[in-house]
T-cell receptor
């Protein structure tokens, strides 16, 4: 069974600091990986996704993530955070290459950016 | 575009009551699913469906029923509500192509007293 582990549950940063949120997954085969963001009081929105090709994926709002297959990791990064990045971030994995597979989420990381 | 629509937004139930959470999508997505979100536990899959007439269980299906009579609708039924079902429920859909992400509704906040 697939699973996702997010290491940082609550992160507090000052504006302009750099961000890296850890995500590790377990699945033996080909995976599709996602990062979603949930702003306070809102639903989850897709930040970026990886399916194949270049392991460095760029998403919206200056976020990027790097897929490292040997480490089963898909860490999220942003060089300089803004107050508006305050939100909860979820890593997710879909095992296999077909469209029928379920998506499993990590427990989330709450990011608080202090002005 | 409406996307994924969930109703109601808020609901309070007494233990033992039943209710149905509604979910509808207008994107012609084959795949639909229900998650519950609890503090410190992320999103856990309750049930999912890959097309009309096809449903399957997720990680936490006990106490919930689903049906999929049309492509657009995927209601979630609580048969006899329990305090442990107090949560925020999200419906999400996607098409069945390989690289399709989930599209989420705005959620239903359910409290069972």
């Amino acid at each position: 069974a697939q699973s996702v582990s997010q290491h940082n549950h609550h992160v507090i940063l000052s504006e302009a600091a750099s961000l890296e949120l850890g995500c590790n997954y377990s699945y033996g085969g080909t995976v599709n990986l996602f990062w979603y963001v949930q702003y306070p009081g809102q639903h989850l929105q897709l930040l970026l996704k990886y399916f194949s090709g270049d392991p460095l994926v760029k998403g919206i709002k200056g976020f990027e993530a790097e897929f490292i297959k040997s480490k089963f990791s898909f860490n999220l990064r942003k060089p300089s955070v803004q107050w508006s990045d305050t939100a909860e971030y979820f890593c997710a994995v879909k095992g296999g290459t077909g469209g029928y597979q379920k998506v499993t989420f990590g427990i989330g990381t709450k990011l608080q950016v202090i002005p | 575009n409406a996307g994924v629509t969930q109703t109601p937004k808020f609901q309070v139930l007494k233990t033992g009551q039943s209710m149905t959470l509604q979910c509808a999508q207008d994107m012609n997505h084959e795949y639909m699913s229900w998650y519950r979100q609890d503090p410190g536990m992320g999103l856990r899959l309750i049930h999912y469906s890959v097309g009309a007439g096809i449903t399957d269980q997720g990680e936490v299906p006990n106490g919930y029923n689903v049906s999929r009579s049309t492509t657009e609708d995927f209601p979630l039924r609580l048969l006899s509500a329990a305090p442990s079902q107090t949560s925020v429920y999200f419906c999400a859909s996607r098409d069945l192509t390989q690289n399709s992400p989930l599209h989420f509704g705005n959620g239903t906040r359910l409290t069972v007293t």
